[in-house]
């Protein structure tokens, strides 16, 4: 059932095709099975009264959702189910460990240390194999949704929705997207199958050691988007992984192993299920009370707006900032370090902007965007949870890149405006002589923006190593 009324986020091109994408994908999948994905459009309450209304309906299976618009969403319908004597069977799907089974393992808390978590884990029972393939016999025939539909006279639309209902915009007015990403289960497990193809590869994989300016391809799996939108389970990966890991006894461990990254997904599910208002500064008992700028997104501040806005754009005067946020409104993902980088650069590091500010915007334009991970990684990146406490390690806008990326092929390839920059100003243009600027055609204050603010001189109490 797809309620497109109150869908949190705000989705941008390539969310919106990422998602159409592996509805077709679950739709083809139906049909060699005799089947057909039935989209009902409408407040899920309305629908499911509905349905309920044939006494046709005896059971209702769904999978668990630990979102709070998902977890209100669920008791309405359970309520529904009650009235109407209707079998609920829920299941865990989307997380390896069920987060209510963890925090009462843990004294009824959520673990806030990553160490704890793991001595948790260690406890539950092994995680459940992944569940077969269903046969065709176990599929409902199309014919009888049919049937279903004519006997509570349905005349509403139930094919997959079109990009352009999902966004709310005429068609006409639709923006084309700047790249093409193909969603769906067949599409997650070509990638997941070709990326663990290298199993010596897979297996010593450290998530510190791969690099942010890798493009074409990319120094990590980018399977996010997939277990995000469950086109890939996240059990499926687990095992797959596992498999590999036996064969290679001598392989990295977590946090930073691959295995390692599913636990710190484990670990903010968790958190974000525990955590009251988890995703909000205010009434959230584990994050520091900041006088942040915008801390109400209506506040009329125009210097914290400033800010924001030259951030979100890619228009902060720093390359390297810049160059990550064009890569993120161009292709909807960027590697954890990039986030690392700006998410600092907005929020403590230079800006001061509130860092709920940062998570909506990556909630808008991330393919991978999560509750749990979105406003687990700003609690730890602007340093104001109780579970990171390294406030003074700083990402220099400067220093940093320049380890991974001397002569600045990232930034050319992003901010095209830079691309004949003198490598020795590329993440410091400003310090290229006038004349310089002038050849390479980009002067600064006209071609590209001056610094926002000076970073140095804003971080001249830190011990800044550029890491």
């Not at 349905?51 to 005896?58: A, G, I, N, R, T």
């Not at 890991?245 to 997904?265: A, D, F, M, V």
């Not at 299920?273 to 506040?299: H, Y």
């Not at 380890?403 to 400003?430: N, T």
Request: aromatic fraction near 12%; include cysteine.
């Amino acid at each position: 059932m797809e309620n497109v009324e109150s869908t949190d986020g705000i989705f941008c091109k390539l969310f919106l095709i990422l998602r159409f994408e592996s509805l077709k994908d679950l739709d083809q999948s139906f049909e060699k099975l005799g089947s057909k994905l039935t989209v009902f459009r409408g407040n899920p309450k309305e629908i499911f009264e509905m349905l309920f209304s044939s006494k046709k309906v005896k059971n209702l299976f769904y999978e668990k959702d630990t979102e709070p618009y998902a977890k209100t969403r669920d008791k309405i319908v359970s309520d529904l189910c009650s009235k109407n004597n209707i079998q609920i069977h829920s299941f865990l799907g989307h997380t390896l460990y069920d987060p209510e089974d963890i925090i009462k393992n843990n004294g009824g808390k959520a673990p806030l240390q990553y160490s704890k978590l793991q001595t948790i884990i260690k406890k539950l029972p092994k995680i459940q194999e992944c569940v077969r393939d269903p046969s065709k016999s176990e599929i409902i025939p199309f014919k009888d949704i049919d049937g279903l539909l004519k006997l509570i006279k349905y005349k509403g639309d139930i094919t997959i929705p079109c990009i352009n209902e999902l966004n709310h915009k005429n068609e006409n007015n639709y923006e084309k997207p700047t790249a093409l990403i193909k969603g769906g289960e067949t599409e997650a497990l070509k990638i997941m199958k070709e990326y663990l193809k290298d199993k010596k590869k897979a297996a010593n994989f450290e998530k510190p050691k791969t690099s942010p300016v890798a493009f074409n391809p990319v120094s990590t799996t980018t399977l996010s988007p997939f277990l995000k939108f469950g086109c890939l389970s996240v059990r499926k990966f687990y095992f797959e992984l596992n498999n590999i890991l036996k064969e290679i006894p001598n392989h990295s461990q977590p946090p930073c192993s691959l295995l390692g990254q599913l636990y710190w997904r484990e670990f903010f599910y968790c958190a974000s299920v525990g955590v009251p208002n988890f995703n909000k500064m205010e009434g959230n008992p584990i994050c520091k009370q900041i006088d942040w700028l915008l801390n109400n997104p209506n506040d009329e501040d125009e210097k914290g707006k400033k800010y924001l806005n030259a951030w979100s754009e890619g228009m902060t005067g720093y390359p390297w900032i810049d160059a990550i946020m064009k890569q993120l409104r161009q292709e909807g993902w960027i590697h954890h370090l990039a986030r690392h980088c700006v998410a600092c650069f907005l929020t403590r590091g230079d800006l001061y902007v509130n860092w709920e500010r940062g998570m909506e915007v990556f909630e808008e334009l991330l393919l991978d965007a999560d509750y749990a991970l979105n406003a687990g990684n700003w609690l730890w990146l602007s340093g104001t949870s109780s579970f990171f406490s390294a406030y003074f390690r700083m990402y220099s806008p400067v220093a940093f890149p320049k380890k991974y990326d001397p002569d600045g092929k990232y930034v050319r390839k992003y901010l095209p405006v830079l691309k004949d920059m003198p490598k020795e100003f590329i993440y410091e243009p400003w310090k290229a002589p006038k004349s310089v600027q002038e050849k390479v055609g980009c002067v600064i204050g006209i071609d590209y923006p001056e610094r926002i603010v000076d970073h140095d001189v804003k971080n001249n109490f830190y011990l800044n190593l550029g890491n």
